[in-house]
Nanobody, 121 residues
Framework: QVRLAESGGGWVQTGGSLRLTCRASGSIFEIYSMDWYRQAPGKERELVARIIDGGNTNYADSVKGRFIISRDTAQSTIYLQMNSLKPEDAAVYFC???????????????WGQGTQVTVSS
C-alpha cells in the first residue's frame, strides 16, 4: 500500500517562505510524475507544480518565479519551496504521485492528506 505523507505547512506573513515535503512509502516500482496541487475554500483543486520522471518541471503561471518543486528520487520525496508568499497562495496543499506500485500493477493516482498553508496580509 502506497502512502504519501506531507509536512511543512503552517502560517506565514505575506512575503515569507515555507517548504513543503511529501514522502511516499510502500512498494513503488515506477513513478511517472509528482505534483503539488492546492485547493482554497470554495475553489477547485488546481495544479501548482509538477516534476516528471525525466526531471522536467512546470508551474502554474501564478507561482512561476516564486515556487520551486524538487525531488529526492532515492527517497521518493518531493519538496515545494514557496517564496514571496501572497494571501492568495493560502490553501490546502496536496501532493500527488502518478505511479505503478509493482511491475504488474496499473498506473494509479495517490494523494497525500493535505497540509494547510495560511498567509496573512
Amino acid at each position: 500500500q502506497v502512502r504519501l505523507a506531507e509536512s511543512g505547512g503552517g502560517w506565514v506573513q505575506t512575503g515569507g517562505s515555507l517548504r513543503l515535503t511529501c514522502r511516499a512509502s510502500g512498494s513503488i516500482f515506477e513513478i511517472y510524475s509528482m505534483d503539488w496541487y492546492r485547493q482554497a475554500p470554495g475553489k477547485e483543486r488546481e495544479l501548482v507544480a509538477r516534476i516528471i520522471d525525466g526531471g522536467n518541471t512546470n508551474y502554474a503561471d501564478s507561482v512561476k518565479g516564486r515556487f520551486i518543486i524538487s525531488r529526492d528520487t532515492a527517497q521518493s520525496t518531493i519538496y515545494l519551496q514557496m517564496n514571496s508568499l501572497k494571501p492568495e497562495d493560502a490553501a490546502v496543499y496536496f501532493c500527488h504521485f502518478d505511479l505503478r506500485p509493482r511491475r504488474w500493477s496499473l498506473r494509479s493516482d495517490y494523494w497525500g492528506q493535505g497540509t494547510q498553508v495560511t498567509v496573512s496580509s
